[in-house]
């Protein structure tokens, strides 16, 4: 009988090596991008949108930096409602100098039924580390979306609050960004 018992442990200890670690993951089919300030005359709400980037984002684990998933978001492609409005956006990033945002994702637990990740944020040629960004997962047509709301303020950024029409028009300081990610079902 004794060596039956060391037969299996030797058996359970070698799966253990051999066999490849269950990890958990999701498929990231699309995602949108959403920047909404308030200004002196109401607010201003400017989104990007794409599904064309497709990624599979393994869950519950620091991701390397070869394979995070990377959201290359070119400022000039943001909409905001109206051609001058875009323009200014555009200015205030400094488009022209940093002509895109991008959004890396360093990690995503899940935790029930939500998320919580770990991200960084490029925006104006600087990195804003984001620790424990919540995502709620909201159910979409043939997809879940998970989506997060983050507060950021203009001087964080290191970034100018656009000024128009001589002072009178003014954009307050703090910005709501809204990542949304497409996952497939």
């Not at 699309?30 to 200004?39: F, M």
């Not at 794409?50 to 390397?64: A, C, E, M």
């Not at 620790?131 to 950024?157: M, Q």
């Amino acid at each position: 009988m004794l060596p039956v018992s060391i037969f299996l442990v030797a058996v359970s200890m070698l799966s253990a090596v051999v066999l490849p670690e269950k990890r958990e993951y999701v498929v990231i089919t699309g995602n949108k991008v959403s920047v909404a300030a308030g200004t002196s005359l109401g607010s201003i709400n400017c989104a990007y949108t794409s599904s064309t980037q497709k990624d599979t984002l393994v869950l519950n684990r620091q991701i390397p930096q070869g394979d995070r998933l990377k959201l290359a978001i070119p400022v000039k492609d943001f909409n905001c409602g109206n051609i001058l409005l875009d323009r200014d956006f555009e200015k205030a990033l400094n488009a022209s100098q940093h002509p895109y945002t991008k959004i890396e994702v360093v990690c995503l637990k899940k935790e029930g039924k939500s998320y919580k990740g770990n991200l960084n944020l490029i925006v104006a040629g600087k990195t804003i580390p984001l620790r424990d960004v919540n995502f709620h997962a909201y159910p979409g047509k043939g997809v879940t979306n998970l989506k997060s709301n983050i507060c950021l303020n203009f001087s964080e950024l290191g970034l100018a609050t656009p000024r128009k029409m001589g002072g009178l028009f003014k954009v307050e300081d703090e910005l709501q960004v809204m990542v949304e990610l497409q996952v497939a079902e």
